[in-house]
Structures are given as C-alpha cells and as structure tokens.
C-alpha cells in the first residue's frame, strides 16, 4: 500500500499543476475513508465525480486496498491480484504501471502472505529501532558495537544489572 500511496502522489503531483483543486487534496487520498475529516469527504466527493487521472489513480489504488482486505482467501486474492496487475498495467498511468510490474515480480511472496497470514511487520519494527539507536549515536566504532546495542535494545533481556546512575541519581535529596 505505501508503494500504491507513493504512485498516487506522483500522479496527483503532476497534474496538480494544471488542476489548482488537487493542491490540498493529498491527505485524503492517502487516509482511509474512515478516518477522512468532513473537509476530506467534500475533497474526495468532488474528486471521484471528476475526470481526472488523480481520480483514476485514487480509484486503483482503493482496488488495490481491497485486495489487501480480504482475508486468508488465496483463490480469490490470487483472482482479484491479477485482476488489478493487468487493470494497472492498462490504465495509462506510468506510476501504477511501474508498481503493477513490481507487484507481478514480487506476486508469489505477496500471496503467500494470505495463505500464511504472516508479514514482515515484525522484523521492520525492529529494523527501525536499530536504525533509530544509529542515529542516536551518530554511528558506532565497530559492527560489534552496533551488534551489542542491537541485542540490547531489541532482545528485551530481563536479567541485566540495573543502570547505577539513575538510582544514585533519585537518591539525592531536593
């Protein structure tokens, strides 16, 4: 999905050029329905009744959530998958081209995800941590040190002495 956000407003930033009404729009084509204010819904109203390849791309990429949002079914994702992949590849629209040719390359491991209900949502949460803890420290001297704050900071270990300096620290009278 972030990919189809990221071909939408490549979409919408183009023609926002000719079309001054697309110029505050971006947020609402990127939230889900359900969380669109009541300035969003005018927005997207006035988008789907538009002829616009905005609206088109808005419309692909809905599709394309839609996909997502059926459940452990593989038959009908592998149906509705390919059913987007060859819309995108027509739709005229060079971003949702480059992404229905990337979603093509990556289809087996995409719809592996609904026969095994699992994702990579775990190790990209650690991912960011680690990257997190890189950047806090402005690098680290050697790949060792990076490994030993790694583990610390994502193995969540319960055994390790406690820091001496926050005790002291609470310790001091006002």
Same mark, same amino acid.
């Given at each position: ?6 071909? !939408? ?8 050029? &000719? ?7 971006? %947020?609402?084509? +990127? ?20 002829? !616009? ?27 509705? +998958?390919?059913? %987007?992949?060859? %819309? ?6 060079? =971003?949702? /081209? ?27 949460? !650690? ?6 803890? /890189? ?24 055994? !390790?002495?406690?820091?001496? %300096?926050?005790?002291?620290? &609470?310790?001091? =009278?006002?």
């Amino acid at each position: 999905m972030a990919l189809a956000n990221e071909a !939408l407003d490549q979409v919408r930033r183009a023609e926002v050029k &000719q079309v001054d009404g697309l110029k505050h729009i971006r %947020w609402g084509t +990127l939230k889900d329905a359900a969380n669109w204010t009541r300035k969003q819904i005018d927005q997207m109203h006035w988008l789907q009744r538009t002829n !616009l390849q905005t609206a088109r791309a808005w419309r692909l990429k809905q599709a394309l959530r839609q996909v997502f949002s059926h459940g452990g079914d593989i038959a009908q994702a592998t149906t509705l +998958l390919d059913g %987007w992949i060859s %819309w995108a590849r027509r739709c005229r629209l060079t =971003p949702f /081209k480059r992404l229905a040719a990337t979603i093509k390359k990556h289809r087996d491991g995409i719809l592996e995800h609904f026969r095994s209900g699992l994702s990579n949502g775990f190790a990209e949460g !650690l991912n960011g941590r680690i990257q997190a803890a /890189k950047a806090r420290a402005r690098g680290y001297g050697t790949d060792r040190h990076l490994i030993a704050i790694s583990y610390l900071i994502c193995a969540k270990l319960k055994h !390790l002495p406690k820091n001496p %300096w926050t005790h002291a620290a &609470q310790q001091i =009278p006002a």
